[in-house]
């Protein structure tokens, strides 16, 4: 895979679920709620139409990760004219285009542009993701990008790869990658209703969506299995004799065997006990999620709660669960200072209480660090 990445990787073109339109003489990004692909090459014309007929108007997609590291991070600034600096997440150097010519500077979370002034909803330079996948169902030998820009879904990516290489599962694979919307409150405490992207293994996907008709399948079965039990109870006059006479000739034979010893009843109801003691322990020493307590760090920021009637300021950290389900958990003052240094893909244990509408943690327990790098 090294070599790979060091090559020019076949691009065939692009999918967003947005399109630049314009509106009173100003181009704005429409979000469309579904999959588009565009192409720069008219000579894969066929493979822009393979996909319009696969995934039209869909929400979803049936993507393939050929690589361990998929999704490529950075903080980027644009104007006007395009981007005008950049630097990859985790690093201390960018590039600043200065008169045309891209030159070398130090990047940190200092940097002015990194911050949000007053009366903006968001920094200038801001976070942007490019995704790289195959879509099997349109072609094998061509890669796809994706650009992606909502802060939410970078992360969500950026968490669930972390989770599955924590887990020790592999990445290259097939996956579904889905659209689904969500209400968001920007820091100005306007609420909107966006799409935001996740994804589940491919199998996964498949078998949470064939619940529903699974279920109704099960019900009339139910139904069916109960029609043809009633049916064969009462056209089995001649099968009931049978039995009976069968159950009377067992009936006789116990009776013979009674008389012959007396043991064995007491045999068999001390075997019936070990039986259902058994069957006990079982059910009792059913393997349980090793896993069920375990987070991972997405995001932290700090939040005025009130207590005892005053106003105070709590470190939030937002995790996701074995689930890939987000949750906010107020952080205790004592675990505060040592979990703000971490980033995100730590990896914790945490002992979760709900008070109200808040979810505080009474312990963190760490199993992975993966600490915030401090530009020098």
Request: proline share 3%; aromatic share 8%; glycine share 4%.
């Amino acid at each position: 895979m090294e070599q790979l990445r060091n090559m020019n990787l076949p691009i065939v073109g692009r999918i967003q679920h947005g399109e630049q339109q314009i509106s009173n003489q100003r181009k704005k990004v429409v979000e469309l709620g579904y999959f588009i692909a565009k192409i720069k090459n008219d000579n894969m014309q066929f493979l822009l139409n393979r996909f319009n007929e696969k995934y039209k108007q869909e929400k979803k997609l049936n993507i393939r990760f050929f690589d361990d590291e998929p999704l490529s991070v950075r903080h980027i600034r644009y104007n006007q004219g395009g981007a005008v600096c950049y630097c990859k997440e985790n690093e201390v150097q960018g590039k600043q285009k200065v008169s045309n010519v891209w030159k070398t500077v130090n990047c940190s979370e200092d940097c002015k542009y990194r911050l949000s002034s007053d009366g903006t909803s968001k920094p200038m330079c801001n976070l942007e993701g490019t995704l790289k996948f195959l879509l099997p169902e349109i072609s094998t030998d061509r890669i796809w990008i994706m650009k992606i820009t909502g802060q939410t879904s970078i992360q969500r990516l950026k968490a669930y790869i972390a989770l599955q290489k924590h887990l020790e599962n592999p990445i290259i694979g097939d996956y579904t990658l889905f659209l689904k919307q969500e209400e968001q409150t920007n820091k100005m405490g306007k609420t909107f209703n966006n799409y935001v992207l996740d994804i589940v293994k491919k199998e996964d996907f498949i078998s949470n969506d064939t619940i529903p008709s699974n279920q109704a399948n099960q019900k009339q079965l139910s139904t069916i299995t109960t029609q043809n039990i009633d049916n064969t109870a009462t056209n089995s006059n001649s099968d009931v004799v049978s039995k009976q006479e069968k159950e009377s000739k067992s009936k006789e034979t116990k009776t013979t065997e009674k008389k012959s010893t007396k043991k064995e009843p007491k045999e068999k109801k001390q075997e019936t006990i070990t039986q259902d003691e058994t069957k006990k322990k079982t059910e009792n020493t059913e393997p349980k999620n090793e896993f069920e307590n375990y987070y991972v760090l997405v995001d932290t920021c700090k939040r005025t709660l009130m207590k005892a009637g005053k106003p105070t300021e709590y470190l939030i950290g937002n995790f996701v669960d074995m689930k890939d389900q987000t949750i906010d958990v107020v952080i205790p003052p004592q675990f505060a200072d040592e979990l703000s240094q971490c980033d995100i893909g730590t990896t914790v244990i945490l002992d979760l209480a709900t008070v109200g509408d808040k979810t505080f943690t009474n312990n963190i327990q760490y199993v992975q660090k993966c600490l915030k790098n401090v530009a020098a």
